[in-house]
């Protein structure tokens, strides 16, 4: 695959493996999935969008543990709303997750318990265990946001979303399969503010 369909690809697995992780469903087994995928996905996305071997066979392996785990659990608002941009705009899938992602684990925080210091030690952040839980949460936001923008991800759809959309836009994210999954309980106001982060 080119580079951008791999970066793309290579973050929905990553938006799989935390949006499972964090689910209201999630469990032990899944857990294990989930947390080895976000590893795999850590170490090997950057080299497989330079089409290293290394990179291309770590995360063949990491797409496919994160799928045994979220189609046992579900996921969350970051695949609502990357649903509905793909079907208004026609937004590559994994680039609306990869925009969404870290916006949604922000908005999903303070709903995670320690969750995100198990994300943080997978994605390889160092020092997980002295930080507080604000500052695991933020270096759990900050090595997504990173790996995004090392595989060239843009940050946001700068232009193409219209305020006047945003009232459907938000009704469909709501009323996707994945939106009762999500950690935190949401509702159209809250998804239309979070579209407005990447407008």
């Keep these: 695959m080119p580079k951008g369909l791999t970066a793309s690809t290579g973050m929905d697995a990553l938006t799989h493996a935390i949006e499972g992780y964090t689910t209201k469903a999630a469990w032990e087994i899944t857990d294990m ?14 080299g497989a969008v330079e089409n290293t071997k290394e990179g291309r066979e770590g995360m063949a392996l990491a797409q496919y543990i994160a799928g045994m785990g979220f189609s046992n659990v579900g996921l969350g608002i970051a695949h609502s709303i990357a649903h509905t941009l793909g079907a208004h705009y026609d937004t590559p899938h994994g680039v609306a997750c990869a925009m969404m992602l870290p916006l949604v684990m922000e908005y999903n925080a303070e709903y995670t318990g320690e969750r ?32 995004s923008e090392d595989v060239g991800i843009p940050k946001n759809l700068s232009g193409k979303i219209k305020e006047e959309d945003l009232q459907q836009l938000a009704e469909d994210a709501f009323a ?24």
């Design 33 to 46: 999935f989930h947390l080895k995928a976000i590893s795999l996905i850590s170490q090997n996305l950057r």
């Design 116 to 147: 995100y210091r198990e994300i943080a030690r997978a994605m390889g952040v160092e020092g997980v265990d002295s930080m507080t839980q604000e500052e695991y949460r933020k270096a759990a936001v900050y090595a997504v946001k990173k790996l």
């Design 176 to 199: 996707d399969a994945c939106c009762s999954g999500n950690p935190r309980d949401t509702n159209v106001e809250e998804l239309k503010e979070l579209y407005r982060k990447i407008m």
